[in-house]
């Protein structure tokens, strides 16, 4: 399968170089909006964004490693008119007008389109429609950390006198253990987490003001058991630059006569490296359905697991059955 | 989606039971292999086996509630001819020769088969796909209990001198641990799990002798770590009479640059209510397969996620994606 990167920011590096665990994906070229020179990759051709038409036919599948607020919106439909293309859009409240606009696109020129690719939506989407199949009379809760929020860390950046600020969302040990002992609470986001921000101030920065700012940010904060340590730029750099994540889907359900709990749970040492991973499998999959005579836009919802998997038929059945 | 239940051991009567919970599911029947007479359903009316053939269009998916060892080796095949049909088959070393020959059968006259839906093989089988395919470069664990093993409180029931028996199968906690810290060592099911069994002995019996007996039992206890516990068939009946089970599939991978642990677990107040209610999910999936054409053998690892889900298209990507 060859495999085209339309962007080289965090998840476009990632993917590069984790392509060597998929022994079936050939790396045919990165493509930047920046200057190409300006772009160093591990070693796969870098190439102006505005080349890749001129490779239709050389790419099987195209990763458009683009950011969900404006990027992907206008790429995805734009590039599914003359490529397989997979994203890992993540804005689940613009998820059915992606998919609808992506679709329409796909399905015109002939192609298949996998969006919403990663851990969630992904991985998290998937155990979440299992779990409710099997269960159908339940609850099921998501939790998200301990890991960084890059949204909330841009969130506390964004306000006056902050130099710089990392954000870890961290799941609530005793909502995780009313859950784990099989009760059926409603809970919201903010009884389920709490907040842990790191900020650096610029010098001469009123931190009470930068405190109260971050504790009472409406959409991001407010609500949560927040905690702000203000820490030096150093101290950041040395215990905070990684983006470790992390997070549970659980679901207690009621059967006729007993009770039942599923969970699953992912530890990520670097969430962009785990995302790319999953975008390799899932485009290993888009390929396969692509030979069937899918097309239009589908999800993780659509993918059957035998298509992610390397091994085949009778192989496959013998391994993991 | 009618629904026929062909057996009603453990099983059967759970799918019966559980069936209430899936709102798609409309109960045709229980076929039986007893006397009619001795049969009491909860209010599904119940046929001889042999009339099954009488019910061949007003069945859309009869399930086999036999046991793997005798039944459905020959029953699969055999229905499979008439029906569509799903089964628990749990013998992993003849899944191979299961699926081809109800295969076989399934294509030549033009139907769908799943077999092998449970939760091991089953529900643990798929999440071991996604996590290797999201993993590639790591190590998977399945880890069962705690839980009752029917096979294992059946061996000890044939030793001279034993009334009456239940055997707990435990995942060691210090091997659980050992995973969840990173490792990737090589471990076997004797080195991951404990055996504790609780036995009633005819009077008169030989205790040391039985004790000895169990510890030694190749295939069955020979290498694990055995507790032998003589109760009375009263604390028998009272305290051991449910069949909880549970489990873990964990996987341990490490990325470019990183590693990463992906962890599935479920919980059990009772196995075969559970294994029920992932039929009538897998019932659902392979009634709407049929109906868009797919015919032959099928497993978990052709079904994408989808088919399990009461809602379809826009609903579903708004409700999980």
């Not at 206008?74 to 059915?96: G, Y």
Request: with cysteine.
């Amino acid at each position: 399968m060859r495999l085209g990167i339309y962007g080289y920011g965090n998840l476009g590096r990632f993917a590069e170089a984790n392509a060597k665990l998929f022994e079936d994906v050939e790396l045919v070229g990165v493509f930047t909006r920046r200057n190409v020179k300006d772009v160093k990759t591990l070693g796969t051709p870098v190439y102006p964004a505005e080349d890749v038409l001129s490779f239709k036919d050389k790419i099987d599948v195209l990763f458009i490693a683009g950011g969900s607020a404006n990027d992907l919106p206008v790429m995805t439909p734009q590039l599914a008119k003359d490529f397989n293309v997979i994203d890992s859009f993540d804005n689940h409240s613009m998820m059915v007008e992606h998919v609808s606009a992506v679709n329409e696109s796909a399905k015109q020129s002939g192609h298949l389109a996998l969006v919403a690719a990663g851990w969630d939506p992904g991985v998290f989407s998937l155990e979440r429609m299992i779990f409710d199949s099997f269960l159908p009379n339940g609850k099921s809760y998501t939790f998200w950390g301990r890991g960084v929020s890059q949204g909330h860390s841009n969130a506390i950046r964004r306000i006056e006198g902050v130099k710089d600020a990392r954000q870890y969302t961290n799941p609530r040990p005793e909502a995780l253990e009313t859950v784990r002992s099989g009760k059926m609470e409603d809970m919201n986001a903010q009884s389920m987490h709490t907040r842990e921000c790191y900020v650096v101030a610029e010098d001469g920065a009123d931190k009470t003001e930068i405190e109260r700012k971050i504790k009472t940010m409406p959409g991001y904060f407010e609500g949560y058991e927040t905690t702000v340590n203000f820490i030096s730029q150093e101290e950041l750099d040395k215990n905070h630059s990684g983006l470790p994540h992390g997070g549970f889907v659980m679901r207690n359900g009621q059967g006729n006569s007993f009770t039942h709990r599923l969970e699953f749970a992912l530890n990520l040492g670097s969430n962009p490296e785990f995302t790319s991973s999953v975008i390799l499998a899932y485009s290993r999959a888009l390929f396969r359905l692509y030979k069937e005579g899918v097309r239009g836009c589908i999800t993780v919802a659509d993918v059957a697991p035998k298509y992610l998997c390397r091994e085949e038929g009778m192989d496959l059945i013998h391994k993991y059955i």
